[in-house]
């Protein structure tokens, strides 16, 4: 249901694999969906998804992040490389927001890309909405048991 996409992430950083979940949308106009939420994983266009997830309009990506901690920009370099850039960034936190590291909202207003935090369940929801407007939005989810 999906294929394996190799990234070099920014600052030389070496390889990273991500695995892309309905990769098949990406040939048309179709947009994702997350369907399901558990504590501990995500499920998108009926793919169960234990993981943090990178959600975009037409794919989602398995996100290598295990807590708030661990998102940094080159954690998000996914974003740059989307073709066109994402509009919005729905952080969602986990089951509580937090602050995140400054500098990874300091590269995102660098980039152009407007973002809101919030927990997990109300950015999965806002994500399905705007995205069924047909915005160009990305969520970006953690757990709710992820670590804060």
């Keep these: 249901r999906g294929c394996r996409w190799m990234l070099r ?14 990769a098949r949308a990406m040939r048309g106009p179709r947009r994702v969906q997350i369907t399901g939420y558990s504590a501990s994983s995500f499920t998108v266009d009926d793919v169960s998804i234990k993981n943090a997830v990178l959600v ?11 807590s708030q901690k661990d998102i940094t920009r080159d954690s998000l370099i996914a974003l740059e ?3 066109p850039k994402p ?9 509580h927001g937090s602050k995140l590291d400054p500098r990874v909202f300091s590269h995102l207003r660098a980039t152009g890309i407007s973002f809101e935090m919030m927990d997990t369940q109300t950015a999965l929801s806002t994500f399905n909405v705007l995205n ?3 915005r160009n939005v990305v969520a ?9």
Excluded: Y
């Design 56 to 66: 975009f309009p037409q794919f989602a990506l398995v996100w290598k992040v295990r």
């Design 140 to 148: 970006a989810l953690l757990p709710a048991d992820c670590i804060s």
């Design 132 to 134: 069924a407007e047909l």
């Design 81 to 83: 490389l989307f073709n």
């Design 9 to 22: 992430a920014a600052g030389g950083g070496g390889i990273e694999s991500m695995d892309v979940i309905g």
């Design 87 to 95: 509009q919005t960034l729905i952080i969602g936190t986990g089951a």
